[in-house]
């Protein structure tokens, strides 16, 4: 299956998490979090203004801005 | 040597007060406060959103005879990285030599709790793990196998429902027989990294543990940060066991090799955080499908629904102005009537102080300096202030138990990043709404220093509680005067709202010129939860925000009122040739004053205004009446009548709320920005912005009033 970013996933579609890349910063806070190879992230929100988006991953509900969606790749 | 003369995580500290210490650990949001709170009857402030504990919190408790000491840590997702909670949380936890260690996860979302727990077993045996919100739990119909955990994890493991303060009974047991050493030792729960790893940490454990006599389990620790190589907890490492880690020679060669040996096999050491980090989450997800059961896979799915709603296109930032103005509208109208009463009773008082004076034959001066002047302006800031802040911090403090704050934040955030600024900067200004005070101090939660500045410098800029009436007061008389009835109201507030929307465009606007010039920087990550919607504890809720805000600013606020009501007074009495020394102030500031299109007094009132906004309007009656102290009327007729005869038009009403929103903060407010960011220079700047935004909005209006009207 091709790699793509979380940013590309459609409200609802569920995708699994391959690699997280990027500065050490947000990667750490997205591992933090348990985004590690593996975990399914859903979009379920998008802000009025549309950016951030808040995904549902491991019983969670978390927004995140496109820049640092950019970095959760997904497959 | 024995193991006692072994430098160990728990080092005896000298004992004061308390027989045992027992530190409180969690994610955010988990109930860690509300636990803390219902042991200790403490009132520490508690939210239903991310980083309400921003430092440690002590309080003390008795059970049994023995005194407990408890230590609330910053709720932290993780301790292994480096933003502030996490390091206060982890270096608290290393080094605080608790006796107890009490991680609290939330029933609802164990599996990423875990993450913590599994992370805190590898720097301490003595730990309990609280599962708090069962209740929620039962209602999402999620079942945790208590047991079935405390069999893996080998720790004691409670289950409490934190609001209900019964529930912690079977905590408090635990919590003794964990401090006198009673539970049964099992040898708690190991994480087991991928075999390579763990032959490099053996490796470097073996020489730490030749070098400096360390227990194993912390050598352990210690071993895996140095592989990591965080150079930040190395050296808090080294400061706080008194031992060198980087620049050893031996412990550098053994890293090397050791990491040398790992690359060959593949493993990278840019690869060997993530790998120990994702060998904990998958650790803390095994037990978690282990010890947990959902029965229902929707539980969410309310919540969701409700999401969808408040967050959308359409209905998100509609709903969020109108629950705001809803707020306001209830503070505003609600506190009137306890204002009026606060003033008739403190007004009696007067009267009787009065006569009191009299009869000792106290100097009329004396009684007049301390009556007029300290006694009335004291009073008359605690009349204005206490009843909205009674109304509207409770109010506010439902929305945030709710778990509303971080939708707004969520709604909101796309205009904060344009100016490159955090979207919580948006609950930081819907506190400042309240009292800027407070929204300074509610800053905390911004993560990123240089955004955490930015909103404390831009808070001032929306009007507080102190300012909504004076503005609704001046829009009613000059704005909406020539309409009668329900049509005046309407318009009144159409006025103050734009008003507050222009503070909010200023806010983004100065946020956006902060982060190009003197607080240069790019947005950085946003990551905010958004936590599951839970109902407010009403009662809980009226009485912790009475006590934790409205109390505390009340209290800095008459610091400030006391001493002002004194100059205040002695300047309207004192002068020279009949010219009191108020009157000469306003003659000087009344050149710059006509450039703004206002008089010399009304700047005077706001500068003598500064320990309350609520007193400006007050001391311009005070001036225009010629009076020697502060006027109180309830008629905004009779006021506008007065404000008119006084050379008012409706530019002088529009630059005077532009003022009103755009002028140096309160006495209390500036304390605090001076407390939050520790610098005389930084509260000057804070003093500055929302001044010289106020002085060129002012004068731009004039001017362009003078150029197509007159």
């Not at chain 2, 978690?288 to 969701?304: E, L, M, P, S, T």
């Not at chain 2, 609520?614 to 225009?624: G, R």
């Amino acid at each position: 299956m091709k790699e793509k970013t979380v940013n590309e996933l459609q409200l609802g579609e569920i995708g699994v998490v391959n690699n997280i890349i990027g500065e050490e910063t947000i990667k750490r806070r997205l591992l933090d979090l348990g985004l590690i190879e593996g975990t399914s992230i859903k979009p379920v929100l998008i802000s009025p203004s549309g950016d951030p988006r808040a995904f549902e991953f491991r019983g969670s509900l978390i927004a995140i801005r496109k820049e640092d969606a950019e970095n959760i790749k997904v497959k | 040597m024995s193991k006692k003369e072994k430098l160990s995580i728990r080092q005896k500290e000298t004992k004061r007060k308390s027989n045992y210490t027992i530190a409180l650990a969690g994610n955010p949001n988990v109930g860690k406060s509300t636990i803390f709170n219902n042991l200790t009857g403490m009132n520490q402030h508690t939210g239903n959103w991310t980083g309400k504990t921003v430092a440690n919190a002590t309080g003390y408790f008795g059970y049994r005879g023995e005194t407990y000491k408890l230590v609330d840590i910053p709720g932290t997702y993780s301790i292994m990285s480096h933003s502030e909670e996490e390091e206060i949380a982890r270096n608290y936890i290393c080094f605080g030599n608790p006796d107890a260690t009490v991680v609290v996860v939330d029933a609802t979302s164990l599996e990423r709790n875990l993450n913590l727990v599994l992370q805190i077993t590898e720097i301490t045996d003595n730990l309990i793990v609280c599962v708090n919100l069962l209740d929620e739990a039962r209602k999402k119909k999620i079942e945790v196998h208590l047991e079935e955990l405390s069999n893996i994890l080998k720790v004691p493991v409670v289950g409490v429902t934190a609001r209900k303060k019964k529930t912690l009974n079977n905590l408090l047991k635990v919590m003794r027989t964990v401090c006198e050493g009673k539970e049964e030792k099992h040898k708690i729960y190991q994480i087991q990294y991928q075999e390579k790893i763990e032959k490099a940490i053996e490796q470097v454990q073996e020489i730490i543990m030749e070098q400096y006599s360390i227990e194993e389990k912390l050598a352990r620790w210690i071993s895996i940060k140095v592989l990591d190589g965080e150079e930040r907890i190395l050296k808090e490492i080294e400061k706080q066991l008194n031992i060198q880690l980087i620049n050893h020679s031996e412990i550098d060669k053994a890293r090397k090799e050791t990491l040398e040996t790992l690359e060959e096999e593949g493993i990278y050491q840019e690869e060997f955080k993530e790998r120990i980090v994702s060998t904990i989450v998958k650790d803390a997800e095994k037990i978690g499908k282990k010890v947990c059961q959902f029965r229902n896979k929707n539980y969410a799915n309310r919540d969701r629904k409700i999401d969808k709603i408040l967050t959308s296109k359409k209905y998100g930032i509609p709903i969020m102005i109108v629950f705001l103005l809803l707020i306001f509208w209830i503070t505003i109208v609600g506190a009137n009537y306890p204002s009026q009463f606060l003033f008739s009773v403190f007004g009696n008082i007067q009267e009787k102080l009065i006569e009191f004076a009299t009869y000792i034959h106290c100097p009329e001066w004396l009684s007049n300096m301390l009556i007029l002047g300290v006694y009335q302006t004291l009073t008359w800031v605690i009349s204005v202030m206490l009843p909205p802040m009674a109304i509207f911090f409770p109010l506010f403090t439902i929305l945030e138990d709710l778990g509303y704050l971080p939708r707004i934040a969520f709604n909101m955030d796309g205009f904060f990043k344009k100016a490159c600024c955090s979207g919580k900067q948006m609950i930081t200004m819907c506190m400042g709404f309240g009292c800027n005070s407070c929204g300074v101090t509610g800053c905390r939660i911004i993560d990123s220093p240089r955004e955490r500045l930015i909103a404390i410098l831009t808070n001032n800029l929306v009007p507080c509680n102190g300012r909504f009436p004076f503005l609704i007061t001046i829009a009613t008389i000059f704005i909406a005067g020539t309409i009668r009835g329900i049509g005046a109201s309407i318009v009144s507030t159409i006025a103050v709202m734009v008003v507050i929307i222009l503070g909010i465009i200023m806010t983004l606007v100065i946020s956006k010129i902060l982060s190009k010039t003197i607080l240069k920087g790019m947005p950085s990550s946003f990551v905010l939860e958004l936590p599951p919607y839970r109902k407010p504890q009403f009662l809980k809720v009226l009485v912790r925000s009475i006590f934790d805000r409205t109390i505390f600013i009340l209290g800095r606020a008459i610091a400030v009122a006391a001493p002002a009501g004194l100059v205040i007074w002695l300047f309207a009495n004192i002068g020279i040739q009949g010219q009191s020394l108020l009157t000469m102030i306003a003659n000087f500031l009344d050149p710059l004053a006509n450039l703004m299109g206002l008089d010399g007094y009304i700047l005077t009132a706001f500068i003598f205004g500064i320990p309350a906004n609520e007193i400006v309007l007050p001391i311009i009656l005070m001036c225009y009446m010629q009076g020697t102290s502060l006027v109180n009327m309830e008629d905004t007729f009779a006021i506008g009548e007065i404000l008119r005869q006084n050379g008012w038009t409706i530019l002088t009403a529009i630059n005077v709320m532009l003022f009103t929103v755009f002028h140096f903060p309160c006495a209390t407010t500036l304390l605090t920005i001076k407390k939050e960011t520790g610098s005389w220079k930084w509260t000057a700047i804070g003093f500055l912005i929302p001044t010289v935004c106020g002085v060129v909005l002012c004068m731009l209006t004039t001017l362009v009033y003078h150029v197509f009207v007159i």
